[in-house]
Antibody, heavy 124, light 108 residues
Framework: QVTLKESGPVLVKPTETLTLTCTVS??????????VSWVRQPPGKALEWLAH???????FSSTSLQTRVTISKDTSKSQVVLTMTNVDPVDTATYYC????????????????WGQGTPVTVSS | DVQMTQSPPSLSASVGDRVTITCQAS??????LNWYQQKPGKAPKLLIY???NLETGVPSRFSGSGSGTDFTFTISSLQPEDFATYYC??????????FGPGTKVDLK
């Protein structure tokens, strides 16, 4: 059974750095047909993709956040870590991690299994 | 960056209705378009990938079509469990992802 679980602080102060961890099970972060994404959702608003990372450590982040967001992984611990610097109240959201499945015969990218999400509030 | 729009932002429908949602990309994205369902307080769920492929285990009343810049998502006969918000999501060649703003489907 594939599961992903987000963990991290519930409350962060403005200008601080937010660090979130996604712990996965049921698949390996070294699997070349898999990756892990981070997606967030402010209260009452739409989903926003933040970043993702693949087995070869290739990673990408949203152009609007790329100066503040870093993604990394520890394959031995089955963990993907997202760091966001200089947080602001507008970063208040539920943060999800999701497994990316890459197509085999035809290349496609889907987020097919999601964690339950972790709420983060940015406030002084 | 590719921008995504969805219409309508919300709709009211009855059980048994046919529901159609459209998604438009700001540039040609071929068929690199996925659809997700999200219920309140829950994580999104993948329904359709590559514009028209039904994810394993998803009921056949859900379907998708389109390519290029214009895409359609259809629920052929709305069921009580289908009241939710639906998002399109595109990916490009890098890949970078972008979600649409969502369409909320509620009970008329």
């Amino acid at each position: 059974q594939v599961t992903l679980k987000e963990s991290g602080p519930v409350l962060v102060k403005p200008t601080e750095t937010l660090t979130l961890t996604c712990t996965v099970s049921g698949f390996s972060l070294s699997n070349g047909r898999m990756g892990v994404s981070w997606v967030r959702q402010p209260p009452g608003k739409a989903l926003e993709w933040l970043a993702h990372i693949f087995s070869n450590d290739e990673n990408f982040s949203s152009t609007s956040l790329q100066t503040r967001v870093t993604i990394s992984k520890d394959t031995s611990k089955s963990q993907v870590v997202l760091t966001m610097t200089n947080v602001d109240p507008v970063d208040t959201a539920t943060y999800y991690c999701a497994r990316i499945r890459i197509g085999t015969f035809v290349t496609y990218y889907v987020m097919d299994v999601w964690g339950q999400g972790t709420p983060v509030t940015v406030s002084s | 960056d590719v921008q995504m729009t969805q219409s309508p932002p919300s709709l009211s429908a009855s059980v048994g209705d046919r529901v159609t949602i459209t998604c438009q990309a700001s540039q040609d994205i071929s068929n690199y378009l996925n659809w997700y369902q999200q219920k309140p307080g829950k994580a999104p769920k993948l329904l359709i990938y590559d514009a028209s492929n039904l994810e394993t285990g998803v009921p056949s009343r859900f379907s998708g079509s389109g390519s290029g810049t214009d895409f359609t998502f259809t629920i052929s006969s709305l069921q009580p469990e289908d009241f939710a918000t639906y998002y399109c999501q595109q990916y490009d060649n890098l890949p970078l992802f972008t979600f649409g703003p969502g369409t909320k489907v509620d009970l008329k």
